[in-house]
T-cell receptor, first 115, second 114 residues
Framework: DTEVTQTPKHLVMGMTNKKSLKCEQHMGHRAMYWYKQKAKKPPELMFVYSYEKLSINESVPSRFSPECPNSSLLNLHLHALQPEDSALYLC??????????????FGPGTRLTVT | AQSVTQLDSHVSVSEGTPVLLRCNYSSSYSPSLFWYVQHPNKGLQLLLKYTSAATLVKGINGFEAEFKKSETSFHLTKPSAHMSDAAEYFCVVSVNTNAGKSTFGDGTTLTVKP
């Protein structure tokens, strides 16, 4: 299995809702990432988990809450989002470094619309 | 610090003609460099990577790139464009000292005309 899966593919939520995005990989990768991508822009890093521990939080608002329950699974919990949070949310994973930076494997993304 | 500049925001070629997407980088340390492709409403897919081995790197779908340290460039080429190559392309730089952060270029939109 060489893919990263993300669910749901599409999500529409109101500003008072609570929802979660899910990401899964079974490649034995120990680093996992959340990115936010607006239209016609590159992905922006939000969070990095390394060996199930949060290693990077790019000053993301607290209405986004990441969770890494195990080495294969990554969640992003959403609460009280704003319309400007509408974007494509991408999950990625990467294998352990072997003396160099490893490539990232991206999921297909969740298209989030906040109404 | 590291940065990456994709020199063209849009490139248009005819099917069957060569493709050149240009990328310059800046890094205080030895970088790893990547090219990713993103088709509309899809995730990113790795095309190829440079990690301090051979300077000419071959990737998937006939793409290749050459790492030129003296020019701080990592341009992506393909001898003959196919309609399915139409997509967004991102050049990415990473260094070991940056704790897993990669720096993305702004992207180049490749259009392929029949």
């Amino acid at each position: 299995d060489t893919e990263v899966t993300q669910t749901p593919k599409h999500l529409v939520m109101g500003m008072t809702n609570k929802k979660s995005l899910k990401c899964e990989q079974h490649m034995g990768h120990r680093a996992m990432y959340w990115y936010k991508q607006k239209a016609k822009k590159p992905p922006e890093l939000m969070f990095v988990y390394s060996y199930e521990k949060l290693s990077i939080n790019e000053s993301v608002p607290s209405r986004f809450s990441p969770e890494c329950p195990n080495s294969s699974l990554l969640n992003l919990h959403l609460h009280a989002l704003q319309p400007e949070d509408s974007a494509l949310y991408l999950c990625a994973s990467s294998p352990p470094d072997r003396g160099h930076i490893s490539e990232q494997y991206f999921g297909p993304g969740t298209r989030l619309t906040v109404t | 610090a590291q940065s990456v500049t994709q020199l063209d925001s849009h490139v248009s070629v005819s099917e069957g003609t060569p493709v050149l997407l240009r990328c310059n980088y800046s890094s205080s340390y030895s970088p790893s460099l990547f090219w990713y492709v993103q088709h509309p409403n899809k995730g990113l897919q790795l095309l190829l990577k440079y990690t301090s081995a051979a300077t000419l790197v071959k990737g998937i779908n006939g793409f290749e790139a050459e790492f030129k340290k003296s020019e701080t460039s990592f341009h992506l080429t393909k001898p003959s464009a196919h309609m399915s190559d139409a997509a967004e392309y991102f050049c990415v730089v990473s260094v070991n000292t940056n704790a897993g952060k990669s720096t993305f270029g702004d992207g180049t939109t490749l259009t392929v005309k029949p």
